[in-house]
């Protein structure tokens, strides 16, 4: 169930975004436009991760962070959970993962609310909000809860936990829906559509959305810089490695302000440098897995050769002795020992070749 291999330049920035309060802010008005004016997001935090110690095989969350939500005039804590998923093929186990985090939290939670000293609060699990954000270029076409994957008989399936992560599938949102949505994350996330497309279409869409976003610029710099950055690390990452020149050109044109325009000229730079060092570090460590899989072939063949020649070796010796015995009576204790000891396939083989010749066992064992 382990699935720490590595993520692409894109996918781990969009992790980056959701980790940061306006970002994740958009994201849950579109997932949970009925609760997400109850959370509290100045005062959202990274959650604690202790749970997962011991649990190696189970991947990680993409984003875990713990929100105060308002109720009344009061407010209790709640743990969101994001889950990025992009590949086209759907992981049908993503209910069963939803559930173990949960679970493993609430265990964690216990024994924490079990070793703290009295007065303590009454215990009560935190809520946990999980959600799978799924930019596949297809809608979400396997197991979506908990009973989706349980066998027969299904008698049993009442007796089951309801448990069903949230899914906002990028699928179901049009081109247009996205880059004219009410967020500039939605807007950002449009650029997924220009996925395959030919140049010219997926060029529009770029110059489209980096303008959209461009009125960020003076209001929240801080966040234009963020979606620029996923935009165009996108483009150079998820397009053609012989387009990134043009991405770089074409980012650069679309700011008509000088000092932005080196502003994005830099940014262009850094990325591309980031991406090509990841790259290198990548294939640094495919092929020191490569060279440890050609290692323990070698390995394996050499075990073979040497397996196979201390048989034909052992083999050699108990016919030379068996039919010496035969001719001469048995060997004395110093004769067996030396043939034993003799590790020359070759040498042995010459005195299978006068062992019906011989007179005596000094004679056979002077053959050299």
């Not at 382990?2 to 993520?7: C, F, T």
């Not at 849950?28 to 997962?52: C, H, I, T, W, Y």
């Not at 979506?144 to 299904?154: K, Q, V």
Request: net charge negative.
């Amino acid at each position: 169930m382990n699935e720490d291999g590595p993520r692409d330049f894109t996918s781990r920035y969009l992790c980056d975004l959701l980790r940061k309060p306006d970002h994740l802010r958009d994201l849950l008005s579109e997932a949970v436009p009925n609760l997400v004016d109850g959370f509290v997001f100045e005062r959202m935090k990274p959650a604690p991760q202790e749970f997962l110690v011991g649990n190696s095989r189970l991947r990680k969350p993409d984003v875990l962070v713990e929100i105060p939500y308002r109720i009344g005039d009061a407010e209790r804590s709640a743990l969101v959970c994001v889950l990025l998923e992009h590949q086209s093929k759907a992981d049908w186990l993503i209910p069963l993962k939803t559930f173990l985090y949960a679970a493993l939290y609430w265990e964690w939670q216990r024994r924490t609310w079990e070793t703290m000293s009295a007065p303590k609060e009454e215990f009560a699990l935190t809520p946990i909000l999980p959600i799978v954000l799924y930019t596949g270029p297809r809608t979400w076409g396997s197991a979506r809860s908990l009973r989706d994957l349980l066998g027969e008989p299904t008698a049993f399936h009442g007796f089951a936990p309801v448990w069903q992560p949230l899914f906002w599938e990028l699928a179901t949102h049009s081109t247009e829906e996205l880059v004219n949505g009410p967020t500039a994350f939605l807007q950002a996330l449009a650029i997924y559509k220009a996925e395959g497309a030919e140049l010219e279409v997926a060029s529009g869409l770029f110059a489209t959305i980096c303008n959209r976003l461009g009125s960020l610029h003076d209001s929240s710099r801080i966040r234009w810089e963020d979606l620029l950055k996923f935009v165009l690390g996108w483009a150079q990452n998820r397009r053609p490695q012989a387009e990134r020149q043009a991405w770089h050109e074409l980012a650069v044109q679309l700011e008509s302000d000088e000092a932005r325009r080196r502003e994005v000229d830099q940014m262009s730079i850094t990325i591309a440098e980031s991406i090509f060092l990841e790259g290198e570090q990548k294939g640094r460590k495919e092929g020191r897995k490569e060279g440890r899989k050609e290692g323990r072939q070698e390995g394996r063949q050499e075990g073979k050769q040497e397996g196979r020649q201390e048989g034909a070796l052992e083999q050699t010796k108990a016919i030379l002795l068996k039919v010496t015995s035969q001719r001469l009576g048995q060997s004395n204790p110093s004769a067996l020992e030396t043939i034993n000891e003799i590790s020359d396939v070759q040498r042995l083989d010459r005195m299978t070749n006068v062992m019906l010749k011989v007179g005596s066992w000094d004679e056979l064992l002077d053959v050299k």
